[in-house]
């Protein structure tokens, strides 16, 4: 996984928000920013950790960023690096190996931006990453965590270049935003699942694709009517897939299944958008519209087969398969200011997902586990959220509540019933629930209180029979598998100066997760609570800091996936010293 190190801010949009952002925003998008270029002055930073594992080995990391003006006002250069070593904690019986899933991760980043005129503004950047680990972290058994593997890696390469261009009309601001990724992905392993037998399974990935978004924004900060207009490009290309070997599996009235993938899915697609908000009665209300038009071209070309070992009969498939998809995606809000810190809203909102294509082998496989028919390309499936809620400033406490209502229609789960997944519709779900967030800005000057959480109820309906049938925990009025009824958050920080321009500062968090059941084979995952803490010193040019995650060191599985366990890291204890300059 990548590392952020320099991060600017997060942003978290909840509910469907593919207005603005497309079809991976179903049930929300997740922003992640970086600092841009400082065009005048010159800084950096360097940060060192190192940190024991309990029961395992010790872990340590190193980042650093620099931000250089080549140009003063002009043209600036920022770049950033990242070097993450986690300590291995599980033993591997099938190996004799302990600790034998140690991982470590190498991020960089540079950010090229100029301001030509006061008009135009370009901005280039590159990252890249590299994350290799042996084994991963889902484990044959749990609490603690063992393995019975007799391989696995779990690495990811991945190059992302971007250019963003802004040019200020006046009226409006043109913006073009391009961007190319080639991600690599390995996960192998072989060895032991309980309940499946003897298992091998490779997957290796390489996707190539290609972003073009041109849009036109207004710039009236002042003016009632605020909107954007824009056009999104994308070309696309995956090449790989899943292979596996169940020697002991029991299909088609034998024992032994395995299948061969080596694919290609080419994706064409473009969508126009747009979205308005316009302010009346002195801005007490803001009312917005918006919508999205998307359409894709998908082309999957097959090179699979399936094999019955028992049987010793193989079925290739060579061939290639055509869909085509199209959607519109409206949202509607109304917000009402009563004062200058509390905000009443509404909102109807649809989301989408392009349709999954999976190849014939692994298809058929599945429907002779399931007694399915399912095809190998589904439709996209759309999800309408309705949403109200509060947002209020009371003195010392922020308050925000919020109770939604969605349906899911043609809802594209994630099965796995031969150790291989297809993504497929497998009936309508209906969710309600409720969030809520409290802050409190303490009467202890510099302490800070916070607590966020969520209840619902996520229920499967009209279930294909046959889904049911085979994996009962998939049937109607179910909870939908991989959804904890309950989360809960609450943390603390504190700051307060200790003199001789040094800062004191504490902060701590503990978040539970009720339990969820596995889609894999109905098991659940019990509930889990995580907590953690830093207390350190800092002043302007420096940062000492002692921190420990995962205190009570919990053990139990987070989820329960293709009948092993996913396992948390264990208490880990450490230090960290920032330097910035």
């Not at 009517?225 to 090449?239: A, D, E, R, S």
Request: hydrophobic share 35%; aromatic share 10%; no cysteine.
């Amino acid at each position: 996984a990548a590392d952020f190190y320099d991060l600017d801010r997060v942003e978290v949009l909840r509910g469907p928000s593919g207005t603005l952002y497309g079809l991976g925003s179903l049930g929300g998008t997740i922003k992640v920013i970086t600092k841009d270029p400082d065009l005048y002055d010159t800084a950096g930073s360097v940060r060192m950790s190192l940190n024991t594992t309990d029961g395992g080995e010790p872990g340590a990391g190193g980042d650093a960023m620099i931000n250089l003006p080549l140009s003063e006002g002009k043209v600036a250069l920022r770049g950033a690096v990242s070097y993450k070593l986690i300590g291995g904690f599980a033993d591997n019986i099938a190996t004799g190996k302990k600790d034998t899933n140690d991982a470590e991760s190498l991020t960089a980043r540079v950010k090229l931006r100029a301001e030509p005129t006061e008009r135009f503004t370009i901005q280039l950047a590159a990252w890249y990453n590299k994350s290799d680990q042996d084994f991963s972290n889902r484990a044959t058994l749990a609490d603690p965590a063992i393995f019975d593997q007799t391989f696995g890696i779990a690495n990811s390469d991945y190059r992302l270049l971007t250019a963003d261009l802004e040019y200020d009309l006046g009226f409006a601001s043109l913006l073009s935003t391009t961007g190319s990724i080639r991600n690599k992905v390995v996960v192998n392993n072989g060895g032991f699942i309980p309940g499946i037998g003897d298992f091998a399974s490779f997957w290796p990935l390489v996707t190539k694709n290609f972003n073009q978004d041109l849009r036109l924004a207004s710039n009236g900060d002042n003016s009632a009517l605020n909107w954007i207009v824009g056009f999104f490009y994308q070309n696309g290309k995956t090449t790989g897939g899943q292979s596996v070997s169940l020697d002991d599996f029991p299909v088609g009235g034998q024992t032994g299944l395995a299948t061969f993938n080596d694919n290609i899915i080419k994706t064409r697609a473009w969508a126009v958008y747009g979205n308005a908000t316009y302010s009346f009665a002195d801005g007490l209300v803001d009312l917005t519209a918006g919508g999205r038009y998307y359409k894709e071209k998908r082309t999957f070309i097959e090179n699979s087969s399936i094999t019955l070992i028992q049987a010793g009969v193989t079925v290739p498939t060579v061939g290639t398969d055509r869909a085509r998809n199209s959607t519109f995606n409206p949202r509607f809000n109304i917000s009402i200011h009563p004062t200058s810190n509390g905000m009443i809203y509404a909102e109807v909102a649809k989301g989408f997902r392009s349709g999954a294509i999976t190849s014939t082998s692994i298809i058929s496989g599945a429907n002779a586990a399931l007694g399915t028919n399912f095809d190998n390309s589904s439709p996209p499936d759309t999800l309408w959220n309705y949403e109200a809620g509060i947002k209020w400033g009371l003195g010392r406490f922020d308050v925000a509540v919020s109770a939604y209502l969605f349906d899911w229609k043609d809802a594209q789960i994630e099965l796995s019933p031969t150790l291989q997944s297809i993504v497929v519709p497998i009936g309508d779900v209906r969710g309600k629930g409720v969030d809520a967030e409290l802050t409190w800005r303490t009467p202890l000057d510099g302490l800070t209180l916070a607590a966020a959480g969520n209840l619902n109820s996520t229920k499967l309906r009209d279930i294909v029979p046959a889904v049911s049938g085979a994996l009962p925990w998939l049937s109607n009025g179910r909870q939908l598998p991989g959804t904890a009824k309950r989360t809960l958050s609450v943390s603390g920080s504190y700051i307060t100066d200790i003199g001789r321009g040094w800062d004191l500062k504490v902060n701590g968090r503990y978040a539970y997760r009720s339990q969820q059941q596995s889609v894999f084979n109905g098991v659940y995952a019990p509930w889990n609570g995580f907590g953690s803490a830093r207390i350190g010193v800092a002043r302007d040019d420096l940062e000492i800091s002692l921190f420990a995650d995962n205190i009570g060191n919990a053990q139990r599985p987070i989820s329960r996936p293709g009948g092993q366990n996913q396992v948390p890291y264990p208490r880990t204890i450490g230090i960290s010293v920032e330097k910035r300059f």
